[in-house]
């Protein structure tokens, strides 16, 4: 429960007794965007923690897509703090598919479910030709691979990185 509440710090993460069948549950904390009517999901019950980091992440990149939607993000998205949220959202999304990962501060690594070996690691940083906005990046390469706040071309990307034989490793 700590770690998730260390990787999602504007929620808080607690055991729900309301719920018998939903036992984890998240509550967004109080924040300027969300008093200045930013909205969003505020609560989140899940059967378990792994299903709740899910949920977490899904609401991370729908918050970013409705402010992206129109036209203006209500906070800041630079910066390490950003990079790690938009890093935990890729990992939720990727462990919901069923893959594989690592997760640290400063990365993500997938590992290939049917090919022993085939990894890839994704790291989140700054595109300066993209007015310095946040992207998701092909560590071994150095290609970008999509928008940070677009998670799901993210995946596509990665899944088609862990399906080229050269992505074995030795």
Same mark, same amino acid.
């Given at each position: 429960?700590?770690?998730?509440?260390?990787d999602f710090p504007s929620?808080?993460?607690?055991?729900?007794?309301?719920?018998?069948?939903?036992?984890?549950?998240?509550?967004?904390?109080?924040?300027?965007?969300?008093?200045?009517?930013?909205?969003?999901?505020?609560?989140?019950?899940?059967?378990?923690?792994?299903?709740?980091?899910?949920?977490?992440?899904?609401?991370?990149?729908?918050?970013?897509?409705?402010?992206?939607?129109?036209?203006?993000?209500?906070?800041?998205? @630079? =910066?390490? *703090? &950003?990079?790690?949220? /938009?890093?935990?959202?890729?990992?939720?999304?990727?462990?919901?598919?069923?893959?594989?990962?690592?997760?640290?501060?400063?990365?993500?690594?997938?590992?290939?479910?049917?090919?022993?070996?085939a990894e890839v690691r994704?790291?989140?940083?700054?595109?300066?030709?993209?007015?310095?906005?946040?992207?998701?990046?092909?560590?071994?390469?150095?290609?970008?691979l999509a928008e940070a706040?677009?998670?799901?071309?993210?995946?596509?990307?990665? @899944? =088609?990185? *862990? &399906?080229?034989?050269? /992505?074995?490793?030795?």
């Open positions: 429960m700590e770690l998730l509440g260390e929620w808080w993460v607690r055991f729900s007794a309301g719920l018998p069948a939903l036992k984890w549950g998240a509550q967004r904390k109080a924040s300027a965007e969300w008093d200045a009517g930013a909205g969003g999901v505020r609560t989140l019950n899940a059967d378990s923690a792994e299903h709740l980091r899910w949920m977490l992440g899904q609401v991370a990149v729908w918050d970013t897509e409705v402010a992206t939607a129109c036209g203006s993000v209500p906070y800041e998205v @630079r =910066g390490p *703090l &950003a990079r790690r949220d /938009r890093l935990v959202a890729l990992d939720a999304n990727l462990r919901g598919l069923g893959l594989t990962t690592g997760l640290s501060n400063t990365s993500v690594l997938v590992l290939a479910p049917d090919r022993a070996g994704i790291v989140c940083r700054e595109r300066p030709s993209d007015g310095d906005a946040l992207w998701f990046w092909d560590d071994a390469s150095g290609a970008p706040h677009r998670v799901t071309d993210a995946v596509v990307a990665i @899944r =088609g990185l *862990l &399906a080229a034989p050269a /992505r074995v490793a030795s």
